[in-house]
C-alpha cells in the first residue's frame, strides 16, 4: 500500500469512525435523555393529543433510530465516493 493510499485510508476511516460516533450521540441522547431521563418534564408537552415524553419513549426514539440509519447510509455513501471506496 502506497503513502497516499494509506493516508487516504486513515482519512477514510477516521470520518467514518466520527459519523459513527456523532450518530451515537444522538442515538444516546434521544434514547436515554428524552426518553428516560426527561420523561416528566417532556409529558407537560402534549402531542397529538398525549403526553410528548411517553410518544418519545414509545415511537419517537424508535423513528429517530431509523432516520439515523438512512442517514448513515447516504453519509456513507458519499464518503465511500469521496475517497474513491465503491465496491
Given amino acids: 500500500m502506497s503513502y497516499d493510499n494509506r493516508q487516504n485510508h486513515r482519512a477514510y476511516w477516521r ?24 420523561v416528566q418534564p417532556l409529558n ?17 426514539s424508535i423513528l429517530v433510530f431509523v432516520v439515523l440509519i438512512f442517514i448513515y447510509a447516504l453519509q456513507m455513501d458519499k464518503l465511500e465516493g469521496k475517497h474513491n471506496i465503491r465496491k
Fill in 15 to 38: 470520518q467514518n469512525t466520527a459519523l459513527i460516533r456523532n450518530l451515537l450521540i444522538v442515538w444516546a441522547l434521544v434514547s436515554l435523555v428524552f426518553s428516560i431521563l426527561l
Fill in 44 to 60: 407537560g408537552i402534549p402531542f397529538f393529543g398525549i403526553p410528548f415524553g411517553f410518544w418519545m419513549a414509545q415511537q419517537g
